[in-house]
């Protein structure tokens, strides 16, 4: 069974920073994908960035979050981390951490079929 835990949410005042944590547990072997969604109130879940599982330089990002947020991964402790920089306020959201066996670090979160229970992230003005 996948087990999917963020961890670093919080609150932050505008221009700061923050990095995110999802720890991974169980058949993490069949991962090829993992990423980061968002969900902000009264709006849809959306795609954050995305990175292959066994090739850190294959990244995938939204566009409104190219040069602010940074995906990384640390295989050996079945760890991926968003760090994000220069946070505006309409960054609140809960982040959730997916993951998937499809390759191709997409954006749509249909494709992904574990999920973490989500960290909230609140960016002050």
């Known amino acids: 069974q996948v087990q999917l835990v963020e961890s670093g949410g919080g609150l932050v005042q505008a221009g700061g920073s923050l990095r995110l944590s999802c720890a991974a547990s169980?058949?993490?072997?069949?991962?090829?994908?993992m990423a980061w969604f968002r969900q902000a109130p009264g709006k849809e879940r959306e795609f954050v960035a995305a990175?292959?599982?066994?090739?850190?330089?294959?990244?995938n990002y939204a566009d409104s979050m190219k040069g602010r947020f940074t995906i990384s991964r640390d295989n050996a402790k079945n760890t991926v981390y968003l760090q994000m920089s220069s946070l505006r306020p309409e960054d609140t959201a809960v982040y959730y951490c997916?993951?998937?066996?499809?390759?191709?670090?997409?954006?749509?979160?249909?494709?992904?079929?574990?999920w973490g229970q989500g960290t909230q992230v609140t960016v002050s003005s």
């Open positions: 997916a993951a998937t066996k499809y390759g191709g670090t997409s954006y749509s979160e249909r494709l992904y079929e574990y």
């Open positions: 990175s292959s599982w066994s090739n850190s330089d294959n990244t």
């Open positions: 169980g058949a993490t072997f069949t991962f090829n994908t």
